[in-house]
C-alpha cells in the first residue's frame, strides 16, 4: 500500500510574496533596467550581509534610475568593503548588553528580543548587520529562559519585538509569544519593531491584527520607513488598518545621505505618514556599523537638514532627532543651532 503524503497547508499570500522575492542580484537590476558590467565587489558586499528584496519593495524604485532612494537602500555597494575607523561591528555595544541569549535589557523597564535574523529586505545601513542571530533567536531553550527572565524583573513593563523582522514570523509562532507575554502580570505594553508594514505590505493581514486586538497587552507598531516613495496606495491602506484596529502607529527614520538628506523630502514623508495614520516619531543619526560610511552625513548637515524641516511642519510632525549612545541609559536628543 502507497503511504499517502500529509496534505500540505496552502501558503498566505504574503509568504507566497516573500518566496518569490529577489535574492539574485543580476535579476534584480534587470528588474530595475540598471546596466551593469562587473559585479564582483557587488557579490562580495552580499557575502558580507545578504543581499534580499521584495517585489513590492522593487516595484517602488523608478526604472533606469541609478540612484533612486529606494533602490540605494537595498543594493550592495563596494565602498561597503572599504574599512572606516570609527566603525565597529556592533557600534551600540548590544551584546554587552544582554543578559541571555536573545534579550537586550538596556533601558529601565523595558527589553528588546531578537527573535529573527531574517527581514522582507536587507537595509544596507543596519547597525544589527553583524548580530550574532544563530544564537539569539526564538527557540524553545532561549524563550523558556526569556519567559524566566521577564517573570523575574517585576520592574519590565514593556517588551518589544525586534530582531530582524519580528512580523516576519507566521501567526502561530507570534500568537504563542504575545499570549505568553500576556500572562505574566507586570508586563503592560506590547511594541513591535518592523519595517515589513512598508517593505511587505501583505503581510499585514486581518489575521495578524487580530492577534495584535486580542491581546490584554497595549499593542504600539513601530515602523520604518526613510522616503516618501517608500509609502505607496498599498503601504498607506494597510497603515491605515492597523490604525483602525486602535493600535498606535509610529514610524521611526534614518537620516541617511543620498536617500533623505533634505528637509522638504522629510516634510514629506511626514506629511505621508500622517495621512496614512502613523506618527513620526524618531529620527535617527545614522550607527556607525561597519559597512556604513557612505550614509554619513556630517554634523553640519544634519543641523542644517533639521532647520529646514522644523520650518516646513507643525512641531507634532517633526521626528525627535536623536542618537543612541552604547551606555546612556535612553536616546540622547541631538540639539540644534539655528
Ligand atoms: S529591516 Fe530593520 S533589521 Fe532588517 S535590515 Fe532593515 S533595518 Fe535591519
Given at each position: ?6 496534505p500540505q497547508?496552502?501558503?498566505e499570500?504574503?509568504q ?8 539574485s542580484?543580476?535579476?534584480f ?5 540598471i546596466n551593469?558590467d562587473?559585479l ?10 545578504r543581499?534580499?528584496v ?11 534610475k541609478?540612484n533612486?532612494?529606494?533602490l540605494?537602500?537595498?543594493?550592495p555597494?563596494p565602498?561597503?568593503?572599504?574599512q ?8 551600540l555595544s548590544?551584546q ?7 534579550l ?6 523595558r527589553?528588546?528580543?531578537?527573535l529573527?535574523g531574517?527581514?522582507a529586505i536587507?537595509c544596507r545601513?543596519?547597525?544589527r ?11 524553545r531553550?532561549n524563550w523558556?529562559?526569556i519567559?524566566s527572565y521577564?517573570k523575574?524583573?517585576?520592574d519590565i513593563?514593556?517588551?518589544i519585538?525586534?530582531?530582524g523582522?519580528?512580523l ?6 507570534l ?6 507575554l500576556?500572562?505574566i502580570?507586570h ?12 517593505a511587505?505590505p ?7 491584527i487580530?492577534?495584535l486586538?486580542?491581546?490584554?497587552l ?9 522616503h ?9 491602506e494597510k497603515?491605515?488598518s492597523?490604525?483602525?484596529?486602535n493600535?498606535?502607529?509610529l ?11 533634505n ?5 514629506e514623508?511626514s506629511?505621508?505618514?500622517?495621512q496614512?495614520g502613523?506618527m ?6 545614522l550607527?556607525k556599523?561597519?559597512?556604513?560610511s557612505?550614509f ?5 548637515q ?7 524641516l522644523?520650518?516646513?511642519l ?19 536628543p541631538?540639539p540644534?543651532?539655528?
Amino acid at each position: 500500500m502507497i503511504a499517502q503524503k500529509p496534505p500540505q497547508k496552502q501558503k498566505e499570500q504574503w509568504q507566497v510574496d516573500l518566496a518569490t522575492s529577489f535574492s539574485s542580484l543580476p535579476a534584480f537590476l534587470d528588474y530595475c533596467e540598471i546596466n551593469y558590467d562587473d559585479l564582483s565587489q557587488e557579490y562580495l558586499a552580499s557575502k558580507d550581509f545578504r543581499f534580499f528584496v521584495t517585489k513590492s519593495w522593487a516595484s517602488r524604485i523608478v526604472k533606469g534610475k541609478v540612484n533612486d532612494p529606494i533602490l540605494l537602500q537595498v543594493l550592495p555597494q563596494p565602498n561597503e568593503l572599504i574599512q572606516k575607523p570609527g566603525y565597529s561591528l556592533d557600534p551600540l555595544s548590544e551584546q554587552q548588553q544582554s543578559p541571555i541569549a536573545g534579550l537586550i535589557h538596556k533601558y529601565h523597564g523595558r527589553v528588546l528580543l531578537t527573535l529573527t535574523g531574517q527581514c522582507a529586505i536587507y537595509c544596507r545601513y543596519c547597525f544589527r548587520r553583524n548580530f550574532p542571530y544563530q544564537e539569539n533567536q526564538f527557540n524553545r531553550a532561549n524563550w523558556e529562559n526569556i519567559i524566566s527572565y521577564l517573570k523575574e524583573n517585576t520592574d519590565i513593563y514593556e517588551v518589544i519585538l525586534s530582531g530582524g523582522d519580528p512580523l516576519i514570523m507566521g501567526d502561530n509562532i507570534l500568537t504563542k509569544i504575545v499570549s505568553d507575554l500576556a500572562a505574566i502580570p507586570h508586563i503592560k505594553y506590547l511594541r513591535i519593531h518592523s519595517r515589513i508594514p512598508v517593505a511587505l505590505p501583505s503581510r499585514i493581514t486581518t489575521s495578524l491584527i487580530k492577534i495584535l486586538k486580542m491581546t490584554r497587552l497595549l499593542p504600539t507598531i513601530v515602523i520604518h520607513s526613510n522616503h516618501p516613495q517608500e509609502l505607496n496606495n498599498e503601504v498607506c491602506e494597510k497603515l491605515r488598518s492597523i490604525k483602525n484596529a486602535n493600535i498606535n502607529l509610529l514610524n521611526q527614520t534614518v537620516m541617511l545621505k543620498n536617500i533623505n538628506d533634505n528637509g522638504k523630502i522629510l516634510a514629506e514623508l511626514s506629511h505621508k505618514l500622517y495621512q496614512a495614520g502613523a506618527m513620526p516619531y524618531y529620527i535617527h543619526r545614522l550607527d556607525k556599523v561597519a559597512g556604513s560610511s557612505h550614509f554619513y552625513l556630517t554634523p553640519h548637515q544634519e543641523n542644517k537638514i533639521i532647520t529646514e524641516l522644523l520650518s516646513l511642519l507643525p512641531g507634532y510632525l517633526v521626528p525627535k532627532f536623536v542618537e543612541e549612545n552604547p551606555n546612556a541609559k535612553a536616546k540622547t536628543p541631538i540639539p540644534i543651532k539655528f
